[in-house]
């Protein structure tokens, strides 16, 4: 506190305020000269005290006169002469607070940190009083949930309204911590929002002491799913690692005996075991990688004319092994009249196959099984339908996605990946149509429905007169192989061998064209992944050479599509994907005659399924006209084997 007269002189100055402002002697000082950088508006104040009023400041800043800024409450006021009341002079009152100015500023800037971490988009915050009543919430939280503001203040929520029944238990227990620890979590749950879907979320909270609980809250959905998907990929491999192991034991276990010898109706059965094992792991192997190349968009659709009953018969019958098998009795239902559209046969095949083949796995011996296919206004209706296992509610909608499979039934030993309906769906999508199932749930049986839209095809050409197909040469063929997988070529070249023909083995690119140099093959058959070069700047070198002109270049890749081409100017005149069928090789060479190169089936539209697959290819398959009739007719499986 000072005391000053009207001329702003000192009278007087407390020890604190000699301090305060930094100074030391002030009496009969003027203000001014101890202050010169005393700011206008305290001199009008200092003006308007001295002509009676009184003045107050809560916070002003002040410049002392060792440079320091300082933060200043204020009281000026007049003081009189005792007798005649007149003005004397002034009263300064002043009290340094800088000290709680930084405080403030400290919690001000702390509040705001808290305030913007809270702001994120993420992290929602909600106030519960310790009965369990929302109090308040922040947006993040409100926009998460959909409730108003004014929905959560008017407190009528309850913890318990928000939880699905099944986390209730989690939740008290996370209460009853609290009341012993005053804190909650983390912990994760599903949290019911105002329109009564569900999102994953995880919370903690703590007591804030004053009878509330403060939480927060983080929306995990998405990353549960991701979680999900990788347990569920993991189970698959785990599920994958085991399947084929079934296949690879039977196969090695009959391998074993044969080099032992046996009798030859036992060597004719164990034959027959490989061929089985090796095709049901084709099947899984094409499934697979059809899976991933749908999802990456490689499949394209080549559509062609199909007849509905002549599918539906011989998809009947790629079933036969399987159905007599397990003695079951499988019903074809052909369409009153004649149906034709437009579809990729292949494909279309593929998710007939899938759909049979699990009526078949998932029904027990002796069950039924029902295949129809009719047009329903503007669409081709394709229905299977079995008595087995049946599909429970729950899964229903699942069973269509990856690598889901009902874990609690069993396809009766049979290879099951969770793999095959995905893979129906995503053809049947491609097609532009619709796969749906319905069951009465466990033990009921399932009917699965694949809807196309009806594609009419365009009339058929009359006038077209076939070509007949070239007489076939059983000519030896000189055959050059390069392939660096030794047994991948010893099984190629015997093949070969036995069928007469002459063959050179080489195991990678530098050696087969050194090597070629006195040969004159007709055909080659090349990896396309060799150690030192890829098969088709092999291909490409090869062709440079003189008694190379006339060769056939046929490509043998373990990949499908991917590394096709598909155009001429890739070099090979034919494409097969591992593990190639000896037939259709044998086939080839036979058509070829030097000269004259067969074309691949499908042409150069980049389909590599068409060169080689004889997987499916059911409609090329013998077919027993006597067991399928138009209506409603029965293929019965055939009296099994005497002796098996
Ligand atoms: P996979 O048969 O290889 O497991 P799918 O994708 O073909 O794979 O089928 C997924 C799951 O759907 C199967 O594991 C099985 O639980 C169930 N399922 C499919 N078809 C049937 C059916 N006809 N009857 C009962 N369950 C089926």
Known sequence: MAMLDRDMRYLAASRRYLSDYGVTHLFGRSHYEVFPETPKRWKRAHRRCLAGAIEICDEDQFMRPDGRVQWLRWEIQPWRDDDAGEINGILIFSEDITERKRLEAALHASEERL????????????????????IGANDVFLRITGYTRAEVEARKLHWRDLTPPEWVKTSEEQMETFATTGR??????????KDGSRRWMMFAGRDLGDGTIAEYCIDITERKALGDEGRRKDEFLAILGHELRNPLAAIS?????????????QRGELEEVMVRQVALMRRLLDDLLDLGRITHGH????????????????????LQPAVVNR????????PPESVQFMADRVRLEQIATNLLSNASKYTDPEGRIELSGAREGSEVVLRCKDNGQGILPEYQEKIFEPFTRQTSQDGYGEASLGIGLALAKQLTELHEGTISVESGGAGKGSEFTVRLPLVAPPPVQHAAVQSKPAPVSRQARSVVIVEDNPSVATATRIVLEQAGHLVHVFADGASALEGVAGLKPDALLLDIGLPDMDGYALAAEMKKKRNMREALFVALSGFKQREHRGNPGDGFDHYFVKPVNAAEILALLAKHSRGVKTKAARGTGGDSRATVESVNLASSRRRSEKDVGNGPSDVRPPSRKTGR
């Open 115 to 134: 305030r913007r971490l809270l702001d994120t988009d993420a992290v929602g915050v909600l106030f519960f009083d310790y009965d369990g009543t929302l």
């Open 299 to 318: 499949i394209e659709l080549v559509k062609e004319r199909i007849d509905l009953a002549e599918f539906l018969r011989s998809a009947a019958e790629s």
């Open 184 to 193: 909650i979590g983390p912990y994760e749950k599903e949290y019911f929002l």
């Open 327 to 334: 003695r079951q009795k499988l019903l074809l239902r052909l």
């Open 253 to 265: 276990t009959a391998l074993q005996v044969l080099s032992g010898g046996g009798t030859p109706a």
